[in-house]
């Protein structure tokens, strides 16, 4: 019973974890310090996401919200677009543009240049 969600699947896929970019790498960091932090504690990955099925508050479910939330925003989709459609016409604008040798500008605050690679690696 896991759950999706739409907000860390782009942020993973995206490598968009960088707190200093914006409020998308900022909840992408408190996500990924929860679940560190839950680690630490003997929480594997697979338990901690079994909550997600158990009714009223979670501290994991909310992260993602806000991740979601975050991701949306950086790339202007609305919460009820079909978001799958909207990547696949962005990855082939992208596709297109680099086919072209023409620059592809990521998503978040232009002024953004650094890398988006995160160093966050699950370890045991």
């Known amino acids: 019973a896991f759950g999706y969600s739409a907000g860390a699947?782009?942020?993973a896929m995206l490598g968009v974890t960088d707190p200093s970019n914006g409020l998308e790498g900022e909840a992408a960091a408190d996500?990924?310090?929860?679940?560190h932090t839950q680690s630490?504690?003997?929480?594997?990955l697979a338990d901690l996401y079994e909550?997600?099925?158990d009714p009223g508050a979670n501290r994991l479910r909310t992260l993602h919200e806000e991740l979601d939330e975050a991701v949306l925003s950086a790339y202007?989709?609305?919460p009820d677009a079909d978001h799958l459609s909207l990547l696949l016409e962005l990855n082939a604008s992208c596709a297109d543009?680099?086919?072209q040798e023409l620059p592809v500008?990521?998503?978040g605050d232009p002024g953004y240049d650094a890398a988006r690679i995160?160093?966050?690696r699950i370890t045991n």
Not at 31 to 35: A, E, G, P, S
């Open 76 to 78: 202007g989709f609305g």
């Open 51 to 53: 909550t997600l099925a």
């Open 40 to 44: 630490k504690f003997g929480i594997t």
């Open 105 to 107: 500008t990521p998503p």
């Open 31 to 35: 996500l990924l310090d929860f679940r």
């Open 118 to 120: 995160s160093q966050f």
């Open 9 to 11: 699947h782009l942020a």
């Open 97 to 99: 543009r680099e086919g």
